[in-house]
């Protein structure tokens, strides 16, 4: 029996999920503290020419608020399921998929890595094409300090290589798929992040993320997220959304745009200085008012991603006009 409260949470979602909610379980990890599984859920159109909207979260133990919003979304999701045509017509059409905890072993023992000392944003066989910020960047000096990359040329951890074979089955094979992965801790603001983190070069799918993010600004001019390329704060090895947008690459001419939600807990310190005195309290609401408003903060983000997601035909850039997206993305992101 485990008792970590996130998992508990989930698997009571689980367990009241409507019947047309797929949920799998992806192995289990271990930790001193017990066995735990990581789940994924699934729901719409199960076809591989569906749209797919991603989320994850808990990838990083010690920001649990990230889980938290996620497991909120699904609960949102589920009640609403009974009653909202407008959702099902959606999924009809498309597919919602989630990892909402990605790192149990690591949440239970209230570390940033998982059980063996490895960052999984660190893990990946990516190496930055210049210098990282030391230690935060990325190291193979020991498991016992942060942002360790685990051993040179062993496989990725568990959790790793079950995030990425559900990516690859359940996004790569569709004609656009939006990975939205959910973080906590740097900065005053919430942050949209998108790749690369391993280099200031552009992606190849700039077009693609400036229209989405032209879209987003003009529904919601009053939004809150800072929009930009992760590389413009930090430059990381290993980086686990930098390699899955490389291996779709690779394979395929498929649009995968894989995005990080970092929320800003530096404004939550801010407002509540004691926070500073634990660590958990360094990325995560400690205050019940704050926490509740960070739940419900971000449903408009994933409302506007799921109708992006499912009418991505009326704005994904087109021969005649990418280019020219393309110079824009440039001019707003990348002047020196
Ligand atoms: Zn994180």
Redesign the pocket.
């Known amino acids: 029996m485990h008792t970590l409260p996130e998992l508990q949470q989930l698997e009571e979602l689980i367990a009241q999920a409507p019947a047309e909610v797929t949920v799998q379980t992806h192995g289990q990890v271990q930790a001193t503290q017990g066995t735990y599984p990581i789940y994924s859920l699934s729901m719409g159109n199960p076809s591989s020419n569906a749209a797919v909207l991603g989320f994850f979260g808990g990838?990083?133990g010690l920001?649990r608020i990230g889980c938290q919003i996620l497991l909120a979304l699904l609960g949102s999701l589920f009640v609403r399921m009974r009653w909202d045509s407008s959702l099902h017509y959606k999924l009809q059409n498309m597919r919602l998929v989630f990892m909402p905890l990605l790192n149990p072993a690591g949440m239970a023992k209230g570390w940033r890595s998982n059980a063996h000392g490895v960052d999984l944003?660190r893990n990946a066989p990516v190496e930055a094409g210049q210098r990282v910020p030391f230690l935060l960047g990325g190291h193979r000096i020991s498991r016992h300090l942060p942002w360790y990359r685990g051993e040179i040329n062993a496989p990725m951890a568990k959790e790793n290589q079950a995030l990425c074979q559900f990516v690859a089955e359940q996004l790569f094979q569709s004609p656009l798929s939006i990975a939205l992965d959910c973080?906590?801790?740097f900065g005053l603001r919430d942050r949209l992040w998108f790749p690369y983190a391993h280099t200031q070069q552009p992606i190849p799918h700039l077009a693609e993320i400036y229209a989405l993010s032209q879209l987003f600004q003009e529904s919601y001019p009053h939004h809150p997220y800072l929009i930009e390329p992760q590389s413009r704060q930090y430059i990381t090895h290993g980086d686990i959304w930098d390699h899955l947008y490389q291996q779709q690459l690779l394979h395929s001419e498929r649009v995968f745009l894989p995005l990080t939600l970092e929320l800003g807990s530096w404004l939550w310190i801010k407002k509540n200085p004691r926070q500073l005195f634990s660590l958990g309290g360094l990325f995560n609401p400690v205050v019940p008012h704050r926490e509740q408003r960070v739940l419900r903060k971000h449903l408009l983000l994933f409302e506007f991603m799921m109708r992006a997601v499912h009418d991505a035909g009326r704005w994904l850039p087109q021969q005649a006009n990418r280019a020219q997206l393309q110079q824009q993305a440039l001019q707003h992101w990348y002047r020196q």
Do not use: K
């Open positions: 990838i990083h920001e944003m973080h906590s801790g």
